[in-house]
C-alpha cells in the first residue's frame, strides 16, 4: 500500500507513525510515496483513517489535547451547556481536550475579563499534564470515596452547573463487560451529581449503545426534566459511543 504525499500528510504523518512505533526522519517521507506496506493490515487501515480524518488535522492545528474536543465543542454549541462563570466537573479528563474546551467556554483561565471567571476540576485515574485554568486531581478513580472527598473539597461552598463524563475503560474486548462498567461509570457520575448539582444543572455522559443503555437513561430521568442521546457528528459512525445529556436537575 502507498500513500500519495500532500500537504495534509505531512502534517500529521511523522506524530501517527511515531504513535504506531514506526520510526522516521524528517526527509523520510518528503518525496516520494511513502510504503506502508509490511506494516499491519490493522495498522494502515488506522493510518489512513487518520489521514483522511478532517478532526485529526483540525485538533493539531487548534492546539486540542485529543479529537474529541469537537465532541463537547459540538454538543456545547447545540446545547449551550457551558457558559462564563459555571462551575463544571470533568470526570475522565485525560489528556484534557474537555477540560481545555471547558476552561474556555466557562472564562476559568479569565482570558475575558468582562465576563465572571468560571472554575474547572477535571479528574482521571491516570495522570493529566497542567491545564491553565483548571483545577486537576490527577491519578485518582473517580468512583473511590475520597476522590469524591476530594471534589468536594475544591468545591466548598459552591454547587456545580455541570458534571460531564468521557470516562471510559480500556477496551477488554469483551462487549457486555465493558459495556457493564462505563454504564457503572455513568451511574457513579450520576449518583455524584446529585449530590453536587445545584437546581437547574445538567450531566452529560459517554456510553456505548447496548443493552444497559435504557436503564442509565430512565436512571436519568429520575433526576433531570429532560434526557436526550446525542450523537455528536465528529463522533465516528461506525463507533457505538453515544452521550446522554441530562438537563434541569431536579434536586
Ligand atoms: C476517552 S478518555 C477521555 C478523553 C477526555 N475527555 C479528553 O477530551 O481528553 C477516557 C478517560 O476515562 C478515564 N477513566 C476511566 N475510568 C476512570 C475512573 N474510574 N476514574 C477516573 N477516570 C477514569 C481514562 O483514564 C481515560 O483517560
Not at 465572571?116 to 483545577?135: F, L, R, W
Not at 475503560?169 to 445545584?198: M, Q, W, Y
Request: charged share 25%.
Amino acid at each position: 500500500m502507498a500513500l500519495k504525499i500532500n500537504k495534509r500528510v505531512l502534517l500529521l504523518l511523522p506524530d501517527l507513525l511515531h504513535s504506531k512505533g514506526i520510526k522516521t526522519s524528517p526527509c523520510a517521507c518528503k518525496n516520494k510515496p511513502l510504503n506502508i506496506k509490511g506494516k499491519k493490515v490493522s495498522s494502515q487501515q488506522w493510518i489512513l483513517r487518520q489521514i483522511n480524518d478532517p478532526y485529526v488535522l483540525k485538533t493539531k492545528q487548534e492546539n486540542w489535547r485529543c479529537r474529541s474536543a469537537f465532541k463537547l465543542i459540538e454538543i456545547d454549541d447545540k446545547y449551550n451547556i457551558l457558559k462564563p462563570g459555571f462551575v463544571v466537573i470533568d470526570c475522565g479528563a485525560a489528556p484534557g481536550s474537555w477540560s481545555q474546551v471547558a476552561v474556555q467556554r466557562v472564562n476559568a483561565d479569565k482570558s475575558d475579563s468582562e465576563k465572571p471567571t468560571g472554575t474547572v476540576i477535571s479528574i482521571d485515574i491516570n495522570p493529566i499534564m497542567p491545564i491553565v485554568g483548571a483545577t486537576i486531581i490527577p491519578s485518582c478513580d473517580f468512583t473511590a470515596v475520597e476522590t469524591q472527598k476530594k471534589i468536594l473539597e475544591k468545591l466548598g461552598q459552591r454547587k456545580a452547573d455541570i458534571v460531564i463524563s468521557d470516562m471510559a475503560p480500556s477496551a477488554s474486548g469483551t462487549k457486555h463487560l465493558d459495556n457493564e462498567i462505563i454504564i457503572n461509570l455513568c451511574i457513579s457520575a450520576l449518583r455524584f451529581s446529585t449530590l453536587v448539582l445545584h437546581e437547574g444543572g445538567n450531566m452529560l455522559c459517554k456510553l456505548w449503545m447496548g443493552a444497559e443503555q435504557d436503564k442509565l437513561k430512565r436512571a436519568m430521568e429520575i433526576f433531570f426534566r429532560t434526557v436526550k442521546m446525542v450523537k455528536p457528528e465528529s463522533s465516528r459512525s461506525d463507533s457505538k459511543e453515544i452521550f446522554m445529556l441530562g438537563r434541569h436537575f431536579k434536586n
